[in-house]
T-cell receptor, first 116, second 115 residues
Framework: AQTVTQSQPEMSVQEAETVTLSCTYD???????LFWYKQPPSRQMILVIRQEAYKQQNATENRFSVNFQKAAKSFSLKISDSQLGDAAMYFCAYRPGMDSSYKLIFGSGTRLLVRP | NAGVMQNPRHLVRRRGQEARLRCSPM?????VYWYRQLPEEGLKFMVY????????ESGMPKERFSAEFPKEGPSILRIQQVVRGDSAAYFC?????????????FGPGTRLTVL
């Protein structure tokens, strides 16, 4: 069974600094997608970044980037120049790449605190 | 272009009552997914529906829970005879299709509190 593990229940970062959130996953598939979602206090789930497993290049979206290590099954999120608005729960998620697969499997989340 | 709409945003029920949660997918989307988030946990898949069809309900409790997505109108997640353990946030997502390239867009969720 596929599982997603986020080992950091809470992280703290100083405004303008950089923070890295960890995520590991377990799968026997070779083709899949990985996601990072942000859930602010409003509880809306917002897609931050997506990585296709077949792509070697790490995905980047402005201040957000990932370090995708396929062999190690690791998918960490780096937030640069942290802002107060980045404070939220962050969830790592996995989805198999087959067309028939649609379930997103989420980790338990990491709460990010941003200190002014 | 409105996103995924869910209502109500907050719902309070007493034990034994019924809860009905509604989800209107994004315009043009015919695939709907329901997820449940228990306190301090990640989201867990419940059910996947297309118009008038339940495709996969493997994540749904066998009793008291049902879902539908009629030809017209929103998708409905129905919980009969609610218990305290049903208290959670229920999220709906929709996509254009089920193929790998189709992103699931999430609604704002319905927070159900059972007294």
């Amino acid at each position: 069974a596929q599982t997603v593990t986020q080992s950091q229940p809470e992280m703290s970062v100083q405004e303008a600094e950089t923070v890295t959130l960890s995520c590991t996953y377990d799968t026997s598939e070779s083709d899949y997608y990985l996601f990072w979602y942000k859930q602010p206090p409003s509880r809306q789930m917002i897609l931050v970044i997506r990585q296709e497993a077949y792509k070697q290049q790490n995905a980047t979206e402005n201040r957000f980037s990932v370090n995708f290590q396929k062999a190690a099954k690791s998918f960490s999120l780096k937030i640069s120049d942290s802002q107060l608005g980045d404070a939220a729960m962050y969830f790592c998620a996995y989805r198999p790449g087959m067309d028939s697969s649609y379930k997103l499997i989420f980790g338990s989340g990491t709460r990010l605190l941003v200190r002014p | 272009n409105a996103g995924v709409m869910q209502n109500p945003r907050h719902l309070v029920r007493r034990r034994g009552q019924e809860a009905r949660l509604r989800c209107s997918p994004m315009k043009g989307h015919s695939h709907v997914y329901w997820y449940r988030q228990l306190p301090e946990e990640g989201l867990k898949f419940m059910v996947y529906l297309q118009k008038e069809n339940i495709i996969d309900e493997s994540g749904m409790p066998k009793e008291r829970f049902s879902a539908e997505f009629p030809k017209e109108g929103p998708s409905i997640l129905r919980i009969q005879q609610v218990v305290r353990g049903d208290s959670a946030a229920y999220f709906c997502a929709s996509s254009l299709g089920r193929a790998r390239v189709n992103e699931q867009f999430f609604g704002p969720g319905t927070r159900l509190t059972v007294l």
